[in-house]
């Protein structure tokens, strides 16, 4: 995979730094950053590859300009006279429902770093990743009220989660935004942190976890999914078969060696699976 961030007309820009770091930015200033097909079609196929590249350890997500996404771009969605309603369901079963699933089932990290306003899908893509950094300036808003329409990539699944049954129908039936320094108090987020330290901060994050063991994050992500959904006793079995999994990766035994001998471990070297 290789550097790709001199197109400035592609809709993402792909940034492969050093240590196995894969930088997508969004790259539509000129409309925040909202998704038209171009767009999904090309957030679709960077994650492939980055599930493909044995290479690539983490993600970093964020957005060109002075916003992260502000969803949809609803110039695609205007109806001209005598033309039928638009199938909005069929946008979502094509392209948003699939983004979310390939974001929360790629089995490594996604740091997203949100540098703006992250507005209807925008920023429930954002919450769709796993550890999400907001600029103090950034701002979240559920818009879809304000549309006539109901929260969907994701949102109506991932805010009560996160913030609450109370705070998550307020802030998609009010529409009213909410600063990154109280999405971070609500447990929305993971950090604020100044404008001009967003990306440093990602970029540590992501090497940080770029260090760690690829493997194991992929199989805690596969375990988190699914704890929604399961029972206690179906958890602890899942849990079962997927620490038998890890325990039988190279990662593990590297770092038990790595204690023993009192060092780091090093998780790039050999095969990460089992």
């Known amino acids: 995979m290789t550097s790709e961030t ?52 983490v993600v970093i997500l964020t957005g060109a300009g002075k916003g992260f996404c502000a969803g949809q771009d609803l110039s695609d969605r205007a109806v001209a006279p005598g033309e039928g309603r638009p199938d909005l369901g069929e946008s979502i079963e094509k392209r948003y429902n699939p983004l979310i699933r390939s974001l929360r089932m790629l089995p490594k990290p996604i740091v997203c770093a949100v540098n703006g306003a992250a507005a209807g899908a925008g920023a429930n893509i954002a919450l769709a990743c796993d550890i999400v950094l907001a600029a103090k300036s950034a701002r979240f808003l559920q818009a879809f009220a304000r549309l006539g329409l109901v929260p969907d990539s994701g949102g109506t699944w991932f805010l009560p989660r996160l913030v609450g049954d109370a ?21 929305m987020i993971w950090r604020a942190v100044d404008d001009d330290q967003l990306m440093g901060v990602a970029r540590e994050i992501a090497a940080r976890l770029a260090a760690g063991p690829t493997h194991a994050y992929g199989l805690i992500k596969r375990a988190l999914l699914a704890s929604s959904a399961n029972g206690l006793d179906a958890q602890l079995d899942l849990e079962r078969d997927l620490q038998r999994e890890a325990g039988a990766a190279d990662e593990y035994i590297e770092a038990v060696k790595a204690f023993l001998e009192k060092r780091p471990a090093n998780f790039r070297a050999g095969k990460t699976g089992a």
Do not use: S, Y
């Not at 792909?14 to 539509?28: D, H, M, P, S």
């Not at 129908?169 to 447990?187: K, N, V, Y």
């Open 167 to 187: 705070r998550a129908r307020a802030l998609m039936m009010l529409a009213d935004p909410i600063g990154a320094e109280q999405a971070e108090a609500w447990g």
């Open 6 to 57: 001199n197109a400035a007309t592609q809709p993402v820009l792909l940034e492969k730094l050093e240590e196995g770091v894969l930088t997508l930015t969004l790259n539509r200033p000129e409309r925040m950053n909202a998704f038209n097909v171009e767009t999904h079609e090309a957030l679709a196929d960077a994650i492939r590859r980055a599930a493909e590249d044995e290479q690539c350890r």
